[in-house]
């Protein structure tokens, strides 16, 4: 799976994001997970995206979006801060790093929302996400990721 990851990732395979959404999916659903009133994919700087040239976790969400019909909602947050990547920090460093990093444009027009992501680490980034979404009225935020790493 890390291989996969990293090719969604940073290699521009599309395809194989795709491939990880759809086993992310069949995770889902094998254990019932109550679905959602909104997908947020984790946002990404724009000058990261502007740099990778697409949002790994967008392309992630966008089939599950479609094939669980929940709505898709890139525009209430966004990343504020452009952060050092997480990868090769340690646990303190990451959520240092990332605290502050994001906000909300306007609150979500929902009460249970999924942040979607890649890889969840440590959790720093989707605890930090979490926070601002609670901050903005969200009463419920689940994290789904295709990898989990130790």
């Avoid at 990332?98 to 999924?114: D, E, K, L, N």
């Amino acid at each position: 799976m890390p291989t996969l990851v990293s090719a969604a990732k940073f290699r521009g395979r599309l395809n194989v994001a795709r491939l990880l959404s759809e086993c992310l999916l069949l995770s889902l659903r094998e254990r019932m997970v109550p679905l959602p009133e909104l997908l947020i994919p984790v946002p990404l700087h724009p000058r990261r995206l502007s740099e990778r040239g697409y949002n790994q976790a967008l392309e992630v969400a966008r089939p599950l979006g479609r094939t669980l019909r929940v709505r898709l909602d890139t525009a209430s947050c966004i990343r504020v801060q452009a952060t050092a990547p997480q990868a090769g920090l340690e646990k303190e460093a990451r959520k240092r790093n990332i605290r502050g990093a994001f906000q909300t444009i306007r609150p979500p027009s929902a009460r249970h929302v999924a942040l979607v992501d890649d890889v969840v680490t440590t959790g720093s980034t989707v605890s930090e996400l979490t926070k601002v979404l609670k901050q903005a009225g969200v009463e419920r935020v689940d994290v789904w990721a295709v990898a989990r790493t130790v």
